[in-house]
């Protein structure tokens, strides 16, 4: 099998609350939740890992543990982001 991959398009998402940087971040489509708080330069202290919210248009999508995934792998709510996340 060959797979081959042409330009990935980037996308938008506003990164808020207890991150060392929020603000809005350029990232690959194919990023995560984790990407996106990466990119913003971690959680500060006061920042939670079990409760991470993702919100698509102004609406509630999911809540991302990432305690968990970085225990026990699970993915929960780890989607790809899209634009304007």
Request: charged share 15%; net charge positive; aromatic share 14%.
């Given at each position: 099998m060959q797979l081959t991959l042409g330009r990935i398009r980037g996308v938008s998402v506003n990164v808020l609350g207890e991150v060392v940087t929020p603000g809005v971040y350029n990232?690959?489509?194919?990023?995560?939740?984790?990407?996106?708080?990466?990119m913003a330069g971690g959680l500060q202290e006061l920042g939670t890992v079990r409760?991470?919210?993702?919100?698509?248009?102004?609406?509630?999508?999911?809540v991302f543990d990432l305690?968990?995934?970085?225990?026990?792998g699970n993915p929960g709510a780890n989607c790809s982001l899209q634009e304007n996340d």
């Open positions: 990232l690959p489509s194919l990023s995560t939740i984790p990407s996106a708080i990466f409760d991470i919210t993702l919100f698509r248009g102004g609406k509630k999508v999911g305690y968990d995934f970085m225990m026990n």
